[in-house]
């Protein structure tokens, strides 16, 4: 991707949104399973301060774009969750998990459908516009299947966890120590050493290729 002015403005608003949405659900979908603690943090909330965490949110893709790496990367600061509060614990710690990834592939659903109406809109504004639902589509459609790959903490690493027999969950459950690292090496380290093997290809790339496919043509637009 380009790092232009222009460009950057079309990717500022998805961005922000997917990454505050995504966060408000996991916190949304642990209140409504039992669990206060995000509400008693002012959690809750839709103001994308409230989500950003300095390193990953701003420094971390600062330097990415500084250094013209050709990729994003980043997280948000965690939603708190105490699983001890929810009802259901192993049931409901996959349904808190899956409620971030699944608010973005409907944030992706909202955008394709919108894109029908971008002619309705004043012509100069229609580029722009354009551009911002595509990369609402494209960042929301990413994001989810990144944070579904299962590697705790990131969210498909809890939701294999919650589904998996004992004998593989608690082995899984104990890389969350570690797992920032495993996933740093896989999708930071890895391309930069140019070593031949592209996991952002093969584990971001192409499914989520195949996802934004099918969302284009259960929308109407192929």
Do not use: C
Request: glycine content about 8%.
């Amino acid at each position: 991707m380009g790092f232009d002015p222009w460009t950057l403005s079309t990717w500022i608003l998805p961005a922000l949104l997917a990454i505050t949405l995504h966060e408000a659900a996991h916190g949304f979908a642990a209140k409504a399973l039992g669990d206060p603690t995000a509400a008693r943090l002012g959690r809750l909330s839709l103001n994308p301060l409230r989500h950003i965490d300095p390193v990953g949110t701003i420094l971390l893709p600062g330097i990415l774009i500084l250094s013209q790496a050709g990729f994003l990367f980043g997280y948000a600061k965690p939603v708190p969750v105490d699983f001890r509060y929810l009802r259901n614990p192993r049931r409901d710690m996959v349904l808190v998990a899956a409620a971030g990834p699944g608010m973005n592939l409907l944030l992706a659903l909202v955008a394709a459908i919108l894109y029908h109406a971008v002619d309705a809109v004043p012509e100069f504004a229609q580029d722009w516009i354009a551009g911002n639902l595509t990369n609402t589509l494209r960042f929301n459609v990413l994001l989810a299947v990144f944070n579904m790959l299962p590697i705790p903490p990131l969210d498909g690493g809890r939701v294999a966890v919650g589904l998996l027999p004992a004998p593989l969950a608690l082995p899984l459950a104990r890389l969350e120590r570690v797992g920032i690292v495993i996933v740093l090496m896989l999708f930071v380290v890895l391309p930069m050493l140019n070593v031949g093997i592209d996991p952002v290809r093969w584990l971001l790339m192409a499914p989520a290729q195949a996802v934004i496919d099918l969302i284009v043509i259960v929308t109407g637009h192929a």
